[in-house]
């Protein structure tokens, strides 16, 4: 079975400085994906980014973006000139590759306070 | 184009009742999954419904089930409810079909047991 693991209850960071968050998954598949979800306060899960494991290289999307390390199963999220609107709970996920499931197993997740 | 809808947002009951929660999936998407979000355990993966089929389920007590309808929209049901049902549910929808599927979710509803 795949796990997801945050090791990081929580983090904060200077509003305008970088922060990374971790995370570490199992896994026996070769093809999957992993995603990076932001929980605001409203507690509607909104998807930061996503990479394919298949893809060596790591995704970006404007001020956010992965270290994947597929051999270390790891994929971190940096997140570059932080502001206050970053403020949330993010999770880790994986999902299997294929059409068979659309299932997501998340991570802990870790609470990102921004200090303006 | 409308999101993931899930009705009612907050709910009150009481030990021993049940409940049915529904999520109306973005126009076009076929899947439709539950999850569990609490404190202590986290978000939990509930169940998959694919073209009226469920076809994947976490493990979670026979009390919860769901069904989804031909126009994909879908319930979940928690009988006999205990305090530990207590708990944010959270509804995806998704295409369903091919790699690049990515799950939308709604805000969720709060479910409160007394």
């Known amino acids: 079975a795949q796990t997801v693991t945050q090791s990081q209850p929580e983090m904060s960071v200077q509003e305008a400085e970088t922060v990374t968050l971790s995370c570490t998954y199992d896994t026996s598949e070769s093809d999957y994906y992993l995603f990076w979800y932001k929980q605001p306060p409203s507690r509607q899960m909104i998807l930061v980014i996503r990479q394919e494991a298949y893809k060596q290289q790591n995704a970006t999307e404007n001020r956010f973006s992965v270290n994947f390390q597929k051999a270390a199963k790891s994929f971190s999220l940096k997140i570059s000139d932080s502001q206050l609107g970053d403020a949330a709970m993010y999770f880790c996920?994986?999902?299997?590759?294929?059409?068979?499931?659309?299932?997501?197993?998340f991570g802990t997740g870790t609470l990102l306070a921004v200090q303006p | 184009k409308a999101g993931v809808t899930q009705t009612p947002r907050y709910l009150i009951k009481t030990r021993g009742q049940q409940v049915t929660l529904s999520c109306s999936p973005i126009?076009?998407?076929?899947?439709v999954s539950w999850y569990q979000q609490t404190p202590g355990q986290g978000l939990q993966f509930l169940f998959e419904y694919f073209s009226e089929t469920q076809r994947n389920k976490g493990n979670f007590p026979g009390r919860f089930s769901g069904r989804q309808f031909s126009n994909s929209r879908s319930e979940m049901n928690v009988s006999t409810l205990e305090l530990g049902d207590s708990a944010l549910y959270l509804c995806?929808?998704?295409?369903?079909?091919?790699?690049?599927?990515?799950?939308?979710f709604g805000q969720g509803t709060r479910l409160t047991v007394v």
């Open positions: 126009s076009g998407h076929r899947s």
């Open positions: 996920a994986y999902r299997s590759y294929g059409g068979a499931t659309n299932k997501l197993i």
């Open positions: 995806a929808s998704s295409l369903g079909e091919g790699r690049n599927t990515e799950a939308f």
